[in-house]
């Protein structure tokens, strides 16, 4: 079996006091690439990261500020997905692994080891064995997912109820072609998996802090949330999750994956934002509404 990448799997900031329930989380940031992985892959850098929702992290760390926790990924999406099911696993890429039905996100080669990335380019020439996929996901998925139940867990000790902000970042042509509200792009995109995930009194304070923030904002299309809102919005059980996709041209450059211009001034907008969702998650009066 071969050896565990030296990393961990998240990196966490926890408040000094925790005010609010909601724990913000940022699955797809992690840029940690093992050597083994780039050694192995046919792309390049550069390449491999196009699926990484670079520096989605950096956007939403001042949220301990607010008495919320962050809760980030380590290892980068191309190695691993925390946004799939433990047991999404490609045939076409692992060996061994069975097809149990139709799962439109592994056949495309999105299972929880990617087999592509961006505009489905394959990331390895040849197949990955078992003991390898399992290494990955009892070494990164699993502690993750340990820690985010953990959290929302002691969210809804606290408070009586947590509220999971999952945050992601969308290439701008995901948008491009597509019309919010009057037909004007959106920048922001909430998914609540068409209210599945969460209460629409929440998600209407959500969409109304990026509203407030100057931001076009739409909901559930192109993107209503994937595996971790699925499985951990409970809104009948007071667990609410609510999928953030970002507009990645408001602060980088997608081509060279680098901050650009707007960076810091998108990020002031955004701690001004995540401020107001904080204050969701300390509100009596908000919590009560639901």
Same mark, same amino acid.
């Given at each position: 079996?071969?050896?565990?990448? !030296?990393?961990?799997?998240?990196?966490?900031?926890?408040?000094?006091?925790?005010?609010?329930?909601?724990?913000?989380?940022?699955?797809?940031?992690?840029?940690?690439?093992?050597?083994?992985?780039?050694?192995?892959?046919?792309?390049?850098?550069?390449?491999?990261?196009?699926?990484?929702?670079?520096?989605?992290?950096?956007?939403?760390?001042?949220?301990?500020?607010?008495?919320?926790?962050?809760?980030?990924?380590?290892?980068?999406? %191309? *190695?691993?997905?925390?946004?799939?099911?433990?047991?999404?696993?490609?045939?076409?890429?692992?060996?061994?692994?069975?097809?149990?039905? #139709?799962? !439109?996100?592994?056949?495309? &080669?999105?299972?929880?080891?990617?087999?592509?990335?961006?505009?489905?380019?394959?990331? *390895?020439?040849?197949?990955?064995?078992?003991?390898?996929?399992?290494?990955?996901?009892?070494?990164?998925?699993?502690? *993750? #997912?340990?820690?985010?139940?953990?959290?929302?867990?002691?969210?809804?000790?606290?408070?009586?109820?947590?509220?999971? =902000?999952?945050?992601?970042?969308? !290439?701008?042509? /995901?948008?491009?072609?597509? &019309?919010?509200?009057?037909?004007?792009?959106?920048?922001?995109?909430?998914?609540?998996?068409?209210?599945?995930?969460?209460? &629409?009194?929440?998600?209407?304070? =959500?969409?109304?802090?990026?509203?407030?923030?100057?931001?076009?904002? /739409?909901?559930?299309? !192109?993107?209503?949330?994937? *595996?971790?809102?699925?499985?951990?919005?409970?809104?009948?059980?007071?667990?609410? /999750?609510?999928?953030?996709?970002?507009?990645?041209?408001?602060?980088?450059?997608?081509?060279?994956?680098?901050?650009?211009?707007?960076?810091?001034?998108?990020?002031?907008?955004?701690?001004?934002?995540?401020?107001?969702?904080? &204050? =969701?998650?300390?509100?009596?009066?908000?919590? %009560?509404?639901?």
């Amino acid at each position: 079996m071969p050896n565990a990448a !030296p990393n961990t799997a998240y990196v966490l900031d926890m408040p000094t006091d925790r005010t609010s329930c909601v724990v913000f989380a940022s699955p797809h940031s992690g840029r940690t690439y093992p050597a083994a992985l780039l050694k192995r892959s046919v792309l390049n850098r550069n390449m491999i990261r196009s699926s990484e929702d670079a520096y989605v992290d950096q956007l939403f760390d001042s949220v301990s500020d607010f008495g919320a926790p962050l809760l980030a990924a380590a290892m980068p999406r %191309a *190695y691993l997905d925390l946004n799939r099911s433990a047991d999404e696993l490609d045939p076409a890429l692992i060996q061994g692994a069975r097809r149990h039905g #139709h799962n !439109p996100r592994v056949a495309s &080669g999105l299972g929880v080891i990617p087999r592509v990335v961006a505009n489905g380019r394959a990331i *390895y020439s040849g197949k990955l064995t078992m003991d390898e996929a399992r290494l990955r996901i009892d070494t990164y998925w699993r502690p *993750y #997912h340990a820690r985010l139940k953990s959290l929302l867990a002691e969210s809804h000790e606290m408070f009586g109820q947590a509220i999971l =902000i999952d945050c992601h970042s969308m !290439p701008h042509e /995901a948008v491009s072609m597509s &019309g919010g509200r009057g037909g004007v792009r959106p920048e922001i995109v909430l998914g609540d998996r068409f209210g599945a995930a969460a209460s &629409g009194v929440i998600v209407d304070q =959500i969409e109304a802090a990026f509203a407030e923030a100057g931001l076009n904002v /739409a909901r559930n299309a !192109p993107f209503a949330g994937a *595996y971790v809102a699925q499985t951990y919005g409970r809104p009948n059980r007071h667990q609410h /999750a609510i999928q953030i996709e970002i507009d990645r041209s408001l602060y980088m450059d997608e081509d060279a994956i680098q901050p650009n211009g707007n960076f810091q001034a998108f990020r002031n907008l955004l701690r001004e934002v995540t401020a107001k969702i904080a &204050g =969701i998650g300390s509100d009596p009066v908000s919590l %009560a509404a639901e």
